[in-house]
């Protein structure tokens, strides 16, 4: 939904008065083990689904958790789970006394005040808190290149508060010093493939090359997160040429906020958020999601989801994306990057065996449209009467689960494809770039016996130019910026990150997981991942691998370039990541002291054919050792506290 008609439902909302005690509808971070808990719970078929667009409430949260302990007639929860799940519910509950709390770093306050026609007393709790996270990571390869490192540090004050039962505010500042050093690859990639015939401003589709960046050298692949709004500040220089960086190159600064005005009302039938903060739906195991993951950097939207049973829900989302600074300007940065996101989906539940949802979202610049902001107009079908300038998706999961044992689900998410070619010739799915679209298959199984265990294996294959979309020249904005013609970019990211799964196009992923919660203070993990991607750089660059890139949009049938040959048309990067880690919270000194450490080695190394790239046929690879696509061996440990976070 947009701002216009979700403020004008929150006022409405406020208006009906506060009589009941306060309950906290603010929403819990997505990195609280309180969703893995639950995931479990449901699993072991002590839960009711729950809807699959999280973040939950503290107040939906607390509600789970008694429905846990009132469903486990049967003793499913062992000793340790229900004196987790104690914890947990103690977490959340409001705190009775006010004033200063030395275990949870926070201030608390209540009290009322009594309405002036009905003289009833509306109740305001809230609390104000601070926060601090310090991590260290490093990297030891074993070639003989130097050793490199990374750290990441977080300070945060934040507030939340309650005013009766229906509203709820929170909001966050976070300071984050960071560093965190990547390859720039001196050679740039080409946003469309070599031979691209066009290239000229009449056409709308304009040919350039773009840098191309390595994952952070003192991190695991794909796991180091920006807490920063937009840019980072380097200390050592805070002169206005150069206050506005990419990335941490050198040790920087930066800013952060987050908040979120929130409520639910007939007894939570509906919730509604209006607020800045990370997102993750239609995961069907945590971080497994293809369509709005976690790892998606936060911007601001107004959300709302329907409940009215457990079998179904209904939710929808409008928000505005954010922009990828650069150190050219602000404006200039900001020029091409002027849109809205929209993303509706709709779930049903059959008892707790089997789970379907299926929706569709837009990437549209902004303009006031009601089509996209009115929730149950299907983004798919209201594109047709605009002109075709946005970019649209569509996509649908399904699982099924056995409780007591495990689940199995099948995800998809399609960016484009041709339907018709795809019903003539069903080959083309796995042969021509314009098939665009995303697959998961996985399943999670509990280990009995051992408190909150289980292990997942789940495979994920992101098509070349998945999550990509042409720029395109739109009627009501000036395309040109200094003279230079700006297209607006369409590619389904936010503030250069993907919205949907976290790797880049034309890539594909294998993991297995183990997780456990042997004590009642810790957490554990071991991991393995296999991850392939075309190659973004150097001299045989697979084209449709960035979320930059843009397919050709003459001959996507036609034209043998636009094929797609995984592993075979081109130079690839075979990364083996094994990753063990734990964390551990010092409960007995009454004091949310938290350590972390993780540690793995990270094996990787290129194919690459004997021809040249994107030459539309099949060639065979094998592995190679050269100065554009080196082999390497990274041992990576990392080691933090966090206190009061």
Not at 354 to 374: C, E, M, N, Q
């Amino acid at each position: 939904m947009g701002k216009k008609s979700w403020v004008f439902i929150g006022l409405m909302f406020l208006m009906l008065g506060f009589s009941l005690p306060a309950q906290s509808n603010v929403s819990v971070p997505l990195t609280n083990e309180i969703y893995y808990v639950l995931e479990i719970a449901q699993m072991k078929g002590l839960l009711l689904p729950l809807p699959k667009v999280k973040p939950y409430s503290k107040k939906q949260i607390l509600e789970a958790i008694d429905a846990i302990f009132e469903a486990d007639t049967g003793g499913k929860l062992s000793v340790l789970e229900r004196n987790i799940l104690n914890r947990e519910a103690r977490t959340y509950r409001r705190e009775e006394e006010r004033g200063l709390n030395w275990r949870t770093g926070t201030y608390n306050f209540k009290f009322s005040r009594s309405a002036r026609r009905s003289g009833r007393e509306i109740p305001f709790a809230g609390d104000i808190g601070v926060g601090a996270q310090m991590g260290f990571s490093g990297g030891l390869f074993a070639n003989g290149e130097k050793p490199v490192g990374g750290t990441d540090n977080m300070f945060s004050v934040y507030t939340t508060g309650d005013i009766g039962e229906h509203f709820s505010y929170g909001f966050t500042f976070l300071g984050h010093l960071t560093l965190a050093r990547r390859t720039e690859y001196t050679d740039a990639y080409p946003n469309y493939y070599d031979g691209f015939p066009g290239g000229d401003e009449d056409s709308g589709y304009i040919f350039r090359k773009v840098t191309t960046y390595g994952q952070p050298l003192a991190y695991f692949p794909y796991t180091y997160e920006k807490y920063w709004d937009g840019a980072v500040f380097y200390p050592s220089d805070l002169s206005a040429e150069s206050a506005f960086r990419q990335w941490p190159q050198k040790f920087a600064m930066a800013p952060m906020l987050l908040g979120e005005l929130s409520g639910g009302f007939f007894n939570d039938m509906i919730t509604w958020r209006f607020g800045r903060l990370r997102h993750e739906w239609g995961a069907m195991s945590e971080g497994r999601s293809l369509i709005f993951n976690g790892a998606a950097q936060p911007f601001m939207a107004i959300e709302a989801t329907f409940n009215p049973v457990y079998w179904f829900s209904f939710s929808a989302l409008t928000g505005s994306l954010e922009y990828f600074k650069n150190q050219d300007s602000i404006k200039k940065a900001a020029w091409a990057e002027q849109n809205n996101f929209s993303i509706e989906i709709l779930e049903f539940n059959i008892k707790n065996r089997f789970h379907f949802d299926v929706g569709s979202t837009a990437v549209w610049p902004k303009r006031f449209d009601l089509g996209y902001i009115f929730p149950i107009k299907n983004n798919f079908l209201y594109q047709d009467t605009l002109g075709d300038f946005d970019n649209m998706s569509f996509f649908l999961d399904m699982a099924y689960q056995y409780p007591g044992y495990g689940k199995a689900w099948v995800s998809l998410f399609v960016d484009e494809i041709s339907l018709g070619e795809a019903l003539k010739h069903p080959s083309s799915l796995f042969e021509l770039d314009r098939m665009m679209y995303v697959a998961q298959v996985g399943i999670k199984a509990i280990i009995p016996k051992l408190p909150f265990s289980s292990i997942t294996l789940n495979y994920t294959k992101v098509e070349p130019y998945a999550y990509t979309h042409n720029r395109v020249f739109v009627p009501w904005y000036n395309n040109t910026y200094d003279g230079d013609p700006v297209p607006m970019e369409q590619a389904y990211t936010n503030n250069g990150e993907s919205i949907g799964y976290y790797l880049p196009p034309n890539s594909d992923e294998l993991l297995i997981r183990f997780d456990t919660m042997p004590a009642l203070n810790t957490l554990a993990f071991f991991q393995y991942q296999m991850i392939r991607h075309g190659a973004d750089h150097g001299p045989h660059s697979v084209d449709g691998s960035s979320f930059l890139s843009e397919l050709d949009p003459d001959g996507r049938s036609s034209n043998p370039v636009l094929r797609k040959f995984f592993l075979r048309d081109g130079a690839y990067q075979w990364q083996h990541i094994f990753m063990i880690g734990a964390e551990h919270t010092f409960a007995k000194w009454r004091i949310p002291l938290r350590v972390f450490a993780k540690t793995g080695v990270v094996y990787s190394f290129y194919t690459d054919i004997n021809g040249p790239a994107n030459s539309g046929s099949a060639s065979d690879y094998k592995v190679i050792d050269t100065p554009s696509y080196p082999k390497s061996t990274e041992f990576i440990l990392t080691l933090g506290v966090r206190i009061y976070m």
